[in-house]
């Protein structure tokens, strides 16, 4: 890597400040960069940018292959910026801290860890019950004792009576933090992960602990703002645990006069409830206009003895308002409200849509504001402020209200009697719902938040509040380019946007149209909630205008047929910020949500159902790391990077699951065992070869890496490769027996990732058996009945979904250089799509009330299925064979 790259924020445009710094990942060209200290950073005119590197993966030759870097926090950030390998700043220059500024500093003590960013300063111990002890900006504390707090409920009030009465217990808990570590220390860049359980305050409950979390503070040189990211576990028990609320609380302490000490708090389009604890506007007497202005200014107000004195010698029978609660109970409104103190009436204030989820409690001399991403998205979430008319206020962001119905995560029906597989499956002919008694069990899903922390020096101006609210709620990122993404040849098979003919620019039309539809579905169908956001539904009902949000396997679609692959490819080849936030989503969604991370299926995620985690089929083809590596890798995230950490031994799960039990042909002779598991050659090993791959890649891990190369090699020599649909694996040493000769195709066996993997394994490990396997299942998936029976002596049965499949012909077609098979692919393309075969299904009609609850947009037939695998065998047609299309 000798020319420098471009690297562009995003959205298109610098923010107009980067408050708390900024990270992303890129990748590099194969044998060009040798290591992560060889990285450096230029801004738009040339200048040297302190940076901070390090590597996410790299190549089989040892080479670099992806890099986290982080840039510290400006008030004036570049345009865009240029890394380089060589040239620009030096190695060492790229490790300093920035220029006129400290860089970020941890210190490690035996019982606390410190952080300082030259601009603000945390304190965290190492175990016990705060995440901080002390947040402090310019020698001033501005928060301490910040606290994780959940409510444990006991039943529900509708399950003890018709009208809604009934008794039950609430308790309280707090987060135990029993585990600190440093995971980065500077000099741009520090990571401070802490893990721990929920604890009950009082100590006669009935309850040990609960909720399992792993907290990670970002801290940036010169940032004032710190980065949190929150993750837990679920893992009550359902029929009896009902979480009643879950939030995260500071303490603020305060020592300016009533008047002196500022609400802010963020409410729908930018806007905000600015107001004092005790105000001075409004009053039968005014203070002087320079009182006024200067409360409303959030500056310190001029001493009293200068005001008016009918109103400075009353200041004691104006009311102070000590509690403040903006609830977002659903995603359509808020209500704002406050009190003067506990057993006194609430008093309404305002309400709203949707609340950007920012609130901030200062006086003259400094204060703390918290912002949450996605908080309307994800409701019911809650803003509190209490007791501002003390010395030791709080400040609590409940990720989870407590105003809002206990979380009921118990399964939907009784199970209708299907106690046995024979009636499971006929159940699963008439609602696609594969059941399973003892299956529907939530215990073991995830559910991650983000949460900005902002240390003030005073109460700033109304317009910077709005800047700092709308930075978390979408916080800036910086990203490389498409065209410099598809040149470095990473995730295989696609191309940037390309417009040049009228064949092509239909496809992409297309394309658009799909995504464009969806993100308003998510819209228009109100696809939010806690467990939610990040997910769509399945298939659509156009008899009631409805997806089918009721209807067994039809409900959310949990990744099926990969709408996240699609999301993702889409991304890298438009680079549209909408696009990657939709994914975002999805990927923080069927990453935590979909996937168990503890307990018997820990590591298997769910298929779709009514609810993310009621589906019996428990399966890596949900939780494999296809669908989580390229969030990793362009973000540098390390929660994500924890998800694919859990996955690396997830061919355990076969010896405790078998995900075809139900249907499994040799049921009356198979005995699951350590050395002969029945593994699936498309679905299960696909996710096994992406788990394998991106674990060696970003850990060196040599039983990734041996169980990868073998189990392709196995692959390779089996009689009929990829087309025997099954082998049995040898768990101990991580090889398939290539003995089995058999011939079981699946329609569904290419669909989860293993196209896309597999075209990167060919490409990055020489393998030349491999290769002709892959090949061969390319070539004869959709060849002609004489074709498949000449090379393999019988036609191939299972075959469906023809348009998806046209890859495959595609993938085959560039290989070999076939113009034949080419002009197959795209027959197959055009003539395969069951729904989405002719350009009137890219079309919308409007449903207006009293159809429907609302005005919605309805496509003729569209479901995710096939919008995902359209869209996929869209981008990687035209990347292999596009100069074929006509």
Known sequence: MTDSTLIRWIDGRAPSESSGGTTWGMPFVRGSVPSADALSVTDAGGRAVAAQAWPLATWPDGSLKWAGIALPATSSPSDFYHVASDGGASPREASQPPSGAAGVTATESGDTLTVDTGTLRMVIKRGGSTLFSSLSRGGVEVARDARLVSLLQDGLAD???????????RDAFTGVVTAA????????????????QHRPDAPDSGRESWLPFVVR????ANARSVRMVHSFIWDGDADRDFLAGLGVRFTIPLQAELHNRHIRIAGA??????????GLTGLRRDPGENVRRAQVEGRATPPATGWNPEVSERLRLIPAWNDYTLSQLSADGFELRKRTAPGRAWVGISGGTRSAGFCSLTDTRGGFGVGVKDFWQSHPGQLDIRNAATDQASLTAWLYSPEAQPMDLRFYHDGLGQDTFEEQLDGLEITYEDYEPGFGNARGIARTHELTLFAYDGTPATESLAADAAAASAPALLQATPEYLHSVGVFGDWDPVDRSTPARAELEDHLDFLFDFYAGQVEQRRWYGFWNYGDVMHTYDHDRHVWRYDIGGYAWDNSELSPDLWLWYSYLRSGRADIFRFAEAMTRHTGEVDV??????????????????????????????????????????????????ELVDSDQNFLG?????KVRPDADTYRPNRGALGVGLGTDWGSLAATWLTDWERTGNPRSRDRLLGTMADIGALKYAFLTGEALYDLDKGRFDT?????????????FGLVEICSELVDLVPDPEFERAWLQYCRLFLGTKEEQVEAVGQPLEGIYLTQAHSRLTAYAAARLNDPDLAARAWTSFAEGGEHLN??????????????????VDEAPTVSTNDASQFGLAVIQNLALIGNHLR
Do not use: M
Not at 162 to 167: I, K, P, Q, V, Y
Not at 620 to 627: F, G, H
């Open 838 to 855: 002719h350009s009137s299904a890219f079309t919308l009609r409007k449903i207006e009330p009293p159809h429907v609850l609302l005005p």
């Open 596 to 645: 168990y991370h503890l307990g018997p299926w820990r590591g298997l995620g769910s298929r779709h159902n009514v609810q993310h985690w009621g589906c019996s089929a428990k399966q890596l083809r949900i939780s494999t790391p296809a669908y989580r590596r390229f969030y990793y890798y362009l973000t540098a995230d390390e929660r994500t990077g924890d998800l694919l950490t």
């Open 269 to 278: 389009d930018g806007g905000f409830l600015t107001e004092a604890v005790r």
């Open 181 to 196: 570590v440093l995971e980065q220390s500077g000099p741009v860049r520090a990571v401070v992960r802490l893990e721990g």
């Open 217 to 220: 503070f970002y801290f940036h």
């Open 159 to 169: 399950d003890q009576g018709g009208d809604g009465a009934g008794t039950f217990s």
């Open 739 to 751: 003995a089995r000769e058999l011939i079981q195709v699946s329609h569904l066996s290419a669909v």
């Open 657 to 661: 699951l078998d995900p075809v039990r």
